[in-house]
Nanobody, 117 residues
Framework: QVQLVESGGGLVQPGGSLRLSCTAS????????MGWYRQAPGNQRELIAS???????NYANSMIGQVTISRDNAKNTVYLQMNSLKPEDTAVYYC???????????WGKGTLVTVSS
């Protein structure tokens, strides 16, 4: 099993930025990618981005230019830098881990991001 713990969510004003973090523990060698998804009320969970152990990245087309995924392998941590946030970015953001490219085998509990003035 792999355990994932997210942090960094909260309230941000429109146009602001936020960086989410996710630290993995457990059977980390069983996974080759980590990712970020989000789910807004009434919507399906959607991929934001994923990243391999070597730094290869995969972004949802709608998120290109707004977010950057990165990782620190020494810390078993993946980050999601989000810029120019809009109210429609309000959602629960989930960290994931698993097989490339979608990394959907394990999930964190999620962290709420609210974009509002």
């Amino acid at each position: 099993q792999v355990q994932l713990v997210e942090s960094g969510g909260g309230l941000v004003q429109p146009g602001g930025s936020l960086r989410l973090s996710c630290t993995a523990s457990g059977r980390i060698r069983s996974i080759n990618a980590m990712g970020w998804y989000r789910q807004a009320p009434g919507n399906q969970r959607e991929l934001i981005a994923s990243i391999t152990d070597y730094g290869d990245t995969n972004y949802a087309n709608s998120m290109i230019g707004q977010v950057t995924i990165s990782r620190d392998n020494a810390k078993n941590t993946v980050y999601l830098q989000m810029n120019s946030l809009k109210p429609e970015d309000t959602a629960v953001y989930y960290c994931s881990a698993g097989d490339w490219p979608y990394a959907m085998d394990y999930w964190g509990k999620g962290t709420l991001v609210t974009v509002s003035s």
